[in-house]
């Protein structure tokens, strides 16, 4: 034991024994994980590939087809050797703009998925 000036204040500190205790609750006493925000977070995510997976087909097919024979072909009057060329290079902008946006769309769920855990 420490006597005299050599003894620390730990109540000058900030530090009383009860201190941690009040801050965490022990192991036992947190409520568990439930099933069913397992379960959401797997249904949501298949649903956001799913919807993407769709748009992945459908808008660049579209949008090769319809840049081809409306604009390039129709409103500009290119050649049909012409029109493959800027429609093909149309579908790929397309790709990647839906790539991006599921990147966007994953990363932001992922973050709000693990702010919920964290609160738990």
Known sequence: MLRGKSRLNVEWLGYSPGLFLEKEPPAAARKPRSPRRNENSLA?????????????ITVPIGLYFTTKSYVFEGA??????????????????????????????AWNEGSRQWREGKQD
Request: aromatic share 16%.
């Open 76 to 105: 500009l009057g290119m050649s049909n050797r012409d029109s493959y060329f800027y429609a093909a290079i149309v579908a790929v902008v397309a790709v990647h703009v839906v790539l991006a946006l599921f990147v966007y769309v």
């Open 44 to 56: 949501s995510t298949l649903k956001t590939l799913l919807f993407f997976t769709a748009l992945m």
